[in-house]
């Protein structure tokens, strides 16, 4: 398969603004897997580690049940102590805030930057104090933060930078692929992210002894799963280590997996056609703000603008009228009830938060999908 996919029989509507894609490959995959009736994490699930870590160019990748679930045991192999801080945008997902409150430290809410809703480096700085352990730039959308500045801020404090990259897989930054550009880096493979296992995710770091520490929490703190002891004299000897969870990947779901990365290129092509005419049709609009997207170094997870003339509530139901969905990603975790004790002003946030809107993006849209859109979205300020 290169390039765009065959459309669907029917039209899909209405149409949504994720959709993963899926045909015999991954049906055969997953066939494959309930026939070994070997089901849980084995050797699809090795095989899935190794194609990533061919990809993003780190020593270790360590494959988890979720993006959060990385997270959570990327934050853990810090030995946070209460009162210890970490800085996170604020205009995220609720996963990594809450992973960091769980994780026994206190989130510090950063700014971002109004034309890539990446983290404002700078804000940061005026935000870190003594008790600062680490700082958790998010990649909105796919686009790459500005990591060297961020490296150069947190090196000489002794800062550990965890990247969630959950949007990233399949970007780069300065020719160098997100994965390989900093501490720890966490991604997410999630139904709807570019690549998906259903459910999963990965922690990539260059680090022996991060590495070592993180193997257990992953099998509730055992030091080798059932996979790695079928060989040895007796098998059903185990030793736990330190504590941990439920969080490895299966078998079921690397082949899922698997069978996505073979696709990466043709994913990202797609993406990149799409938000390209999208780009095209908006860009006279004066009601309309695109970010900063930079397609030779990103893989678009999501399509975001900006609404500037007060009325991106009206567009949203106009275009659910339209058989077009869409949604906010998304709504700052600084105004969340979970974390009114962290609340600080964030100005540029909380304007972006009444200002954007996310419009389909995914790679089985055909060209009259996309019209669709792009109609919808004129349509509301030429008023037919």
């Not at 490895?248 to 996505?260: C, R, V």
Request: aromatic fraction near 8%; include cysteine.
């Amino acid at each position: 398969m290169t390039g765009k996919p065959k459309g669907p029989a029917a039209p899909i509507r209405p149409l949504p603004t994720h959709r993963p894609y899926f045909d015999s490959t991954e049906v055969d995959a997953i066939a494959g897997v309930l026939e070994s009736r070997w089901v849980g994490k084995g050797a699809l699930t090795e095989e899935f580690e190794a194609a990533i870590r061919d990809i993003v160019g780190a020593k270790h990748v360590l494959s988890t049940s979720s993006g959060t679930a990385a997270l959570h045991m990327a934050l853990d192999a810090l030995d946070l102590r209460p009162g210890d801080e970490v800085l996170v945008p604020s205009l995220t997902y609720a996963a990594p805030v809450t992973m960091i409150v769980v994780a026994g430290a206190r989130p510090v809410f950063c700014d971002v930057r109004e034309e890539t809703f990446n983290i404002d480096v700078k804000d940061a700085i005026a935000r870190a104090t003594h008790r600062t352990r680490a700082i958790m730039p998010v990649h909105y959308g796919g686009l790459p933060c500005d990591m060297d500045a961020i490296v150069d801020l947190a090196r000489p404090r002794g800062w550990t930078v965890i990247e969630d990259a959950a949007h990233a897989f399949g970007s780069s930054y300065r020719g160098r692929p997100v994965g390989s550009l900093s501490d720890l880096t966490c991604f997410s493979f999630d139904p709807i992210k570019n690549i998906t296992c259903g459910t999963g995710g990965a922690i990539c770091t260059d680090d022996d002894e991060v590495a070592r520490r993180l193997l257990p929490l992953r099998n509730v703190g055992i030091d080798f799963g059932t996979w790695r002891r079928i060989g040895d004299d007796s098998p059903w000897h185990y030793h736990v280590v330190t504590h941990g969870w439920r969080y490895e990947l299966h078998n079921l779901n690397a082949a899922l997996g698997l069978a996505q990365l073979r696709r990466l290129d043709d994913y990202r092509a797609r993406k990149h056609q799409i938000v390209r005419q999208y780009d095209e049709a908006f860009a006279d609009l004066e009601a309309i703000a695109l970010p900063h997207r930079d397609l030779d170094s990103t893989f678009p997870f999501s399509y975001v603008v900006r609404v500037t003339d007060g009325r991106r509530d009206r567009l949203m139901t106009h275009l659910k009228e339209r058989q077009v969905d869409c949604t906010i990603q998304f709504h700052p975790n600084h105004m969340q009830p979970a974390f009114a004790e962290f609340r600080r002003p964030l100005p540029v946030t909380e304007r972006l938060s009444r200002e954007i809107v996310t419009l389909p993006l995914f790679f089985e849209m055909t060209d009259d999908d996309v019209a669709l859109v792009i109609d919808a979205v004129r349509s509301f300020w030429s008023g037919a």
